[in-house]
């Protein structure tokens, strides 16, 4: 099966706002229903820097009212360590190398600010794709079911989660696997815009819903996991070396 998933990163109220609502009208203009990685507690300096919109709650619950899908996406967005974590893919982040009880703090807390706002997730995404095991027992004891990360072709269970992997920024044929592209709205382009729109009108009938990602694995058969298991097996070391050589990565 070839089929793919988008997720918006950043997403709060302080943000580039016109890029934002040009995401959105795409989407809507495809019926396409992305992924919202929402900050609860946005304190990133950069982010900050763009202009506040005092009405973002109730947009982001028009648009789960939508059929969008939300994510818990870290705390503050406040980039505090130097730690990759488990996958390794950036250098620092807000949660990884944190004590477990620090980051059941900030990950409980930052849920507590979403539920005052009437909106719930079971989906966490770690800034700079930053986490390690203490996240995971985090997440878990805060609730969470599923993380949307990991370098695989399709949705599978580990240390108690589901990981809905996500190995794309931007949409890019050639793949098969339920893939997620991340984008991250504030910086797009004029280019970035037009090729996704492009993509979109082109390949509508293999994007799907975020929340058909998130229920895959429990509506798949015994043979259909087995091929998966088997497909993100042989994927990830490969993924691993094409990641390695673009990034002039060693070890």
Do not use: C
């Not at 990759?84 to 620090?102: C, M, P, T, Y």
């Not at 980051?103 to 706002?117: D, P, V």
């Amino acid at each position: 099966m070839n089929k793919f998933f988008f997720r918006l990163d950043d997403i709060a109220p302080n943000m580039n706002w016109e890029n934002f609502n040009r995401l959105i009208l795409i989407f809507d203009k495809y019926n396409v229903k992305p992924l919202l990685g929402v900050i609860p507690d946005n304190q990133d300096e950069e982010l900050l820097k763009y202009p506040n919109n005092p009405d973002f709650w109730q947009i982001i619950a028009g648009l789960i009212n939508k059929d969008y899908s939300m994510a818990q996406h870290g705390y503050q967005h406040i980039y505090k360590t130097q730690d990759g974590g488990v996958l390794n893919i950036s250098k620092r982040g807000e949660l990884a190398g944190l004590d477990f009880e620090i980051q059941k703090r900030m990950i409980g807390e930052g849920k507590n600010m979403l539920t005052e706002k009437k909106l719930k997730s079971e989906i966490f995404v770690a800034p700079g794709h930053s986490f390690d095991r203490n996240t995971i027992q985090a997440l878990k004891e805060n609730g969470f079911k599923y993380i949307s990360d990991g370098i695989a072709l399709y949705p599978f269970k580990k240390w108690g989660l589901v990981w809905l992997p996500q190995i794309l920024w931007r949409p890019r044929k050639g793949l098969f696997g339920m893939i997620t592209v991340a984008l991250h709205s504030n910086t797009m382009t004029e280019e970035d815009f037009a090729k996704l729109e492009k993509f979109i009108e082109k390949n509508r009938k293999k994007i799907g819903g975020f929340s058909e990602l998130a229920d895959w694995r429990g509506n798949t058969g015994i043979l259909a996991n087995f091929f998966s298991f088997i497909a993100n097996l042989i994927f990830k070391p490969v993924w691993r070396i094409i990641f390695k050589l673009k990034h002039g990565l060693s070890g």
